[in-house]
């Protein structure tokens, strides 16, 4: 396919527009140790400007009594519900149950969020290393609260 050609299939595919909701939520998708630690397989050198700019997004939220919905992925020991993915790629290892790299960081000795709403699990999204998933994660969401799930 040219690069016309795939261009004006996206414009096709993509052109849909959506509008902003009435209660706009905050998501921070795998904001883990693992992307911060040097010697990590999973480092990344700009990850930590990444943390600083969803710091403001967080204060901002927070600040809004918006909801707030933090993920990470939490695999089973030995990545028994990982599957062939976890198997192809070993540094997934680090986001093992328990991992201190497969957290959420912490600042100055303590976690840097002061509320935890726990998400309920999703039996459909069993075996495939996620839990938490779907619509239902905020059952009851209380402003001030941030939520967490184990994707």
């Keep these: 396919m040219t690069r016309a050609g795939l261009a004006?299939?996206?414009?096709?595919?993509?052109?849909?527009?959506?509008?902003?909701?009435?209660?706009?939520?905050?998501?921070?998708?795998?904001?883990?140790?693992?992307?911060?630690?040097?010697?990590?397989?999973?480092?990344?050198?700009?990850a930590q400007e990444a943390v600083k700019a969803a710091a403001l997004l967080l204060a901002s939220a927070r600040d809004q009594s918006r909801a707030i919905?933090?993920?990470n992925i939490a695999y089973e020991p030995g990545?028994?519900?990982?599957?062939?993915?976890?198997?192809?790629?070993?540094a997934?290892?680090?986001?093992?149950?328990?991992?201190?790299?497969g957290a959420f960081p912490r600042e100055r000795g303590r976690h840097p969020l002061a509320h935890r709403l726990p998400l309920r699990a999703d039996p459909a999204a069993r075996g495939a290393g996620?839990?938490?998933?779907?619509?239902?994660?905020?059952?009851?969401?209380?402003?001030?609260?941030d939520a967490f799930a184990g994707l």
Excluded: I, W
Aim: net charge positive; glycine share 14%.
């Design 8 to 46: 004006a299939n996206y414009a096709a595919a993509f052109s849909g527009r959506l509008e902003p909701g009435k209660r706009p939520a905050l998501l921070l998708v795998d904001m883990v140790a693992v992307y911060l630690e040097p010697g990590s397989d999973l480092y990344c050198r700009t």
């Design 69 to 71: 919905v933090h993920t």
């Design 79 to 90: 990545g028994a519900d990982g599957g062939v993915f976890y198997r192809k790629v070993p």
């Design 92 to 101: 997934l290892a680090a986001f093992e149950r328990g991992s201190p790299v």
């Design 130 to 145: 996620r839990e938490g998933a779907g619509q239902e994660a905020l059952p009851g969401h209380r402003a001030g609260a």
